[in-house]
């Protein structure tokens, strides 16, 4: 078995390098880097610095290390979208979008070019096999850290040649195995942002210097007076309570809606923050979900079928019931959810296996 293991710098995929290489054994074993973002970077995954402790600890271990040169299509995949998504109102999740369009995409297909048979990530979640040989993602072992949410678009075709070393281990026993093994990358602290943003600049800087920010008017979701302006209704997200200010009676206020054409932010009071469901596109099966036939990409029928929802990386999962038609699908959340804002996924699990991901879907 030939390993390829996707090395970005931090702990845990230096452990799940360590761990490939002991079972595999380290000959059979190389790491990659992915040079992902061809601007300054200063925190997330994608900074000079990741690269050199990625290398290093590949040395450690013994392991040949290449950099793969990406960020053309980190551009396109990834950043460009991510901009585009700001300009038309919508909040994209880019490190979803690289999971789909390069960790598991275009880093597969470079694996099997090169005649491995697997790549092995430092992702905190779980891979199973069902007695007839189909894969399930499941929600890694310590729930602080788990990443099945971004990877829930992940199916069949990825999960057959994905390994997750670190699945089955809480985050404390990573850093006890990488001081064990003694790796510069023990005690190195998680990335926690976007990696193409530095944080000298924030969102506004990056999102100021891409594309034109314009100047807006808060309203009222259901009266349309008006409430005073916004500084750049580019950079105003559905469901933000920030910056919003509070309402006659004292009460904060949050985001309904952006219309940037119209450059007019609606807000409400906390009750109309929430909704009872989310519409989803780009709608992904990891494989064939309860009562929903078609393959990967299948859709429901009848009655509709329970799901777990998850709406963020950290959301607190809720009951609910999923309808599809031809546009993708209706998720009718069992109590009233914060609103999810328009380029967000939302994760689906298995209400009879709450830690097996089902699939996933993006919100209108």
Known sequence: MRVLVAMSGGVDSSVAAALVAEQFGRHQVVGATLKLWGGSSDSGCCSIGD???????????????????????????????????????RTPNPCIECNRHLK???????????????????????????????????????????????????????????????????????????ARLGLRTATKPDSQDVCFIRSDEGRVGFLGSRLPLHAGRLVD????????????????????????GH????????????????????????EAAHADEVRLHTVTWVDNGPDMPGGNHGNASGAGMG????????????????????????????????????GQTVALYDPDHPETVLGSGIAW
């Not at 259901?222 to 309570?241: I, K, M, N, W, Y």
């Not at 009676?249 to 007019?264: E, K, L, N, S, Y």
């Not at 607190?316 to 914060?338: E, K, M, N």
């Open 307 to 342: 799901a777990i929802a998850q709406c963020s990386a950290h959301g607190q999962p809720v009951s609910s019931v999923v309808h599809s038609d031809a546009d993708g699908l209706t998720v009718s959340f069992s109590t009233p959810q914060r609103r999810i804002a328009p």
């Open 247 to 270: 309402s006659s009676d004292g009460r904060r206020r949050f985001v309904t809606a952006v219309d940037v054409p119209a450059r007019r932010v609606s807000l409400g009071p906390p």
């Open 51 to 89: 690269v050199e402790d990625a290398r290093r600890v590949a040395d450690q271990l013994g392991l040949v290390h290449h950099v793969f040169n990406f960020a053309a299509a980190f551009e396109d995949r990834v950043v460009a979208p991510y901009v585009r998504g700001h300009a038309e109102g």
């Open 221 to 244: 979701h259901e009266s349309g007076d008006d409430l005073g302006p916004v500084e750049a209704v580019e950079l105003v997200t559905v469901g933000q309570r920030r910056g919003m």
């Open 104 to 178: 598991f995409d275009r880093l597969l297909v470079r694996a099997r070019t090169l005649g491995f048979d697997v790549v092995a990530t430092g992702h905190h979640a779980r891979r199973r096999v069902t007695a007839k040989g189909r894969f399930r993602l499941c929600r890694g072992a310590d729930p602080l850290k788990d990443q099945s949410y971004v990877l829930a678009m992940l199916g069949q075709d990825q999960l057959a040649r994905t390994l997750f070393p670190v699945g089955e281990m809480t985050k404390a026993q990573v850093r006890e195995e990488a």
